[in-house]
């Protein structure tokens, strides 16, 4: 029984920009950066790349066994009954959620926001009730006893999709707490949805070390606050774009639109 598991979601077949996780950035995979920095958080104790069934996704399985990572198959669309099996094969107290389109996930802020989790005794803990941080840095941390709950409340088609989903559009049914940025990041999109994302991560690697993969948040809004040209090329993306999408496919909004 590890306490803090990562589990990494993870799947080649984006609509927007098909292949994403695998592709070169700084010398590596987007997905071997997802991954060390994301198991390089001090109260994390193993990290688990889940991905799914589909044979598009044989390319993740092939990189995570060349590469000495654990990783998990399951459902392509229930993301959610993909993160319970999950734990089922690796059992945790408390799963942190990283997608893996976040190449630049902070293992300080991981820390960070298990250390809030574990001392307010949540049932889940984030940096997205509300968001203060650039999209891409998105941490979510949630008991695996909680997890296991929604699982078995979640009947939306959007509440299977978006693993957490369920919590925060209910968040009167559980004890949250949040990390707030010291710095508004809200208008910095540091993710990798689409092909400008990409020109977005390529530029400002460029100014990161590639021998240190460890590279600090701070060191990162740095280089944007001395670069600022580097954001032009997806800025006014919706940082919500994807779970809305799935929202107004039930013919519904969001909690909290």
């Known amino acids: 029984?590890?306490?803090?598991?990562?589990?990494?979601?993870?799947?080649?077949?984006?609509?927007r920009l098909?292949?994403?996780?695998?592709?070169?950035?700084?010398?590596r995979?987007?997905?071997?950066?997802?991954?060390r920095r994301s198991e390089s958080a001090y109260q994390v104790n193993r990290a688990v790349v889940a991905t799914s069934e589909l044979a598009e996704d044989d390319a993740i399985v092939e990189w995570c066994k060349d590469n000495g990572v654990t990783c998990v198959r399951g459902s392509s669309d229930d993301v959610l009954a993909r993160f319970l099996h999950t734990v089922e094969l690796f059992p945790c107290d408390n799963v942190v959620r990283?997608?893996?389109d976040c190449p630049l996930v902070d293992p300080g802020i991981i820390d960070s926001?298990?250390?809030?989790h574990l001392e307010a005794g949540a049932d889940y803990s984030s940096n997205e009730v509300p968001p203060t941080f650039p999209v891409g840095?998105?941490?979510e941390v949630i008991k695996t006893d909680v997890l296991n709950k929604i699982g078995k409340l979640a009947a939306?088609?959007?509440h299977r999709e978006h693993v957490t989903l369920y919590v925060r559009e209910n968040t009167a049914d559980f004890k949250i707490v949040n990390l707030d940025s010291t710095i508004d990041g809200r208008k910095m999109r540091l993710t990798l949805d689409r092909p400008e994302d990409y020109q977005v991560l390529q530029d400002l690697m460029r100014y990161l070390s590639p021998v240190d993969h460890l590279f600090s948040y701070y060191q990162i809004l740095q280089v944007v606050r001395n670069h600022p040209e580097i954001l032009q090329a997806n800025s006014g993306i919706d940082q919500f774009e994807g779970v809305k999408k799935s929202a107004r496919s039930e013919n519904r909004k969001l909690a909290w639109e």
């Open 1 to 15: 029984m590890m306490i803090n598991q990562v589990i990494i979601q993870a799947r080649m077949g984006s609509t």
């Open 18 to 27: 098909p292949g994403k996780v695998l592709l070169p950035l700084h010398g």
């Open 29 to 35: 995979p987007v997905l071997d950066w997802v991954v």
């Open 98 to 100: 990283i997608t893996a």
């Open 113 to 116: 926001i298990l250390a809030l």
């Open 137 to 139: 840095f998105d941490t």
């Open 156 to 158: 939306l088609k959007s």
